[in-house]
């Protein structure tokens, strides 16, 4: 009898069975009005990514307009645009997908033309230097200063991401994964050298931890913590991500998670987040920049890796226990 492949064994997963290991990734598409109503052709594009049992993650969706950071990115704050999702989500279930959306604030990586004339809210005041692209327009525009978050805008945020979450179950999903990473919004009060707060939500450690589980907590009480997820990208090193000790603020972060029962944990390979700066700012040994030191924490939390993995990759970090599925794969061949 010939061995299973590990790439198709079964899996228990968030109240589902997934029946393989190969989940798509969340990518932004741009395919939404200019009031954030995802276009209709949006159904065609997920289903036929969609397979019996597989995991699909949708692009990022804005859960307020001073979250978004590109143009005609979907939104899913009004109505509107959870009716509009609603048949996508139907032609996925249909296929047997499993479907989660990606709830997104970019945080100080928002510029004015996206926000409807506001300055981006994050940790800090500082702005990004250099230019902002605006993907699909083939233009730029300059970031400027932004509004260092007040505790009432903290507490909005949190209520915004809340209803964002308890929308996208009303349109269909089966979960929602809360956009952790890349220098967006929570990054800006993870990372030591952009916090620069003096309350509660900076300074330490455990404080610039607090926004991100503060929200995880809230979402969970409202749709389930099986319901819930978060993508990190540990490694990353644009958007001025440059925390003093990753690994020591990652270990806690994920140990914080691990407590928390969610229905998976999303973290970016090094090999992708090392390249994206040249040369690379952070100087971590090639032991060190792994995901495996924050899969050993996360003990008995599903762990979903992305980037840069072929299927052999694949097939062999699934055998040695590193990770339950793998997004971004640079290929799939069954041969």
């Known amino acids: 009898m010939a061995?299973?492949?590990?790439?198709?064994?079964?899996?228990?997963?968030?109240?589902?069975?997934?029946?393989?290991?190969?989940a798509l990734a969340p990518m932004t598409r741009m395919r939404a009005s200019v009031s954030g109503v995802i276009n209709n052709t949006a159904a065609e594009y997920y289903s036929l990514r969609a397979t019996p049992g597989g995991l699909l993650i949708s692009e990022g969706l804005v859960p307020?307009?001073?979250?978004?950071?590109?143009?005609?990115?979907?939104?899913?704050?009004?109505?509107?645009?959870?009716?509009?999702?609603?048949?996508?989500?139907?032609?996925?279930?249909?296929?047997?997908?499993?479907?989660?959306?990606?709830?997104?604030?970019?945080?100080?990586?928002?510029?004015?033309?996206?926000?409807?004339?506001?300055p981006a809210l994050s940790a800090t005041a500082v702005p990004l230097l250099g230019m902002h692209p605006l993907f699909g327009k083939g233009e730029t525009e300059p970031y400027v200063q932004g509004e260092a978050m007040t505790l009432s805008q903290i507490e909005e945020v949190t209520e915004q991401f809340v209803q964002a979450a308890k929308n996208a179950i009303a349109a269909g999903f089966d979960g929602i994964e809360i956009h952790g990473a890349n220098g967006y919004l929570f990054d800006t009060f993870v990372h030591s050298n952009i916090n620069d707060r003096t309350d509660d939500y900076g300074g330490s450690l455990q404080n610039r931890l607090r926004f991100p589980l503060q929200v995880i907590d809230a979402i969970s009480a409202a749709i389930g913590a099986s319901k819930t997820?978060?993508?990190?990208?540990?490694?990353?090193?644009?958007?001025?991500?440059?925390?003093?000790?990753?690994?020591?603020?990652?270990?806690?972060?994920t140990e914080a998670l691990e407590q928390r029962g969610l229905a998976y944990v999303h973290m970016i390979?090094?090999?992708?987040?090392?390249?994206?700066?040249?040369?690379?700012?952070?100087?971590?040994?090639?032991?060190?920049?792994?995901?495996w030191t924050f899969r050993k924490i996360l003990k008995n939390t599903k762990v979903v890796a992305a980037g840069g993995y072929t299927a052999e990759t694949a097939r062999e970090a699934l055998l040695e226990g590193k990770y339950f599925i793998l997004s971004n794969l640079l290929f799939l061949s069954l041969d």
């Not at 645009?81 to 996508?88: D, F, L, M, S, T």
């Not at 997820?229 to 806690?252: M, V």
């Open 229 to 253: 997820a978060i993508r990190l990208s540990p490694f990353y090193e644009l958007k001025g991500t440059h925390d003093a000790n990753r690994i020591q603020t990652f270990s806690a972060y």
């Open 64 to 118: 307020h307009p001073r979250g978004c950071g590109y143009p005609r990115c979907p939104g899913i704050y009004t109505a509107e645009q959870v009716e509009a999702w609603k048949p996508i989500t139907a032609a996925v279930k249909e296929k047997g997908g499993v479907f989660f959306a990606q709830l997104w604030h970019v945080g100080r990586a928002a510029v004015p033309s996206q926000t409807g004339g506001f």
């Open 269 to 291: 390979e090094a090999r992708y987040d090392q390249q994206s700066e040249d040369p690379p700012s952070n100087q971590l040994s090639v032991q060190d920049s792994t995901l």
């Open 3 to 22: 061995p299973t492949d590990p790439l198709f064994e079964p899996l228990q997963f968030a109240g589902h069975e997934l029946q393989h290991r190969i």
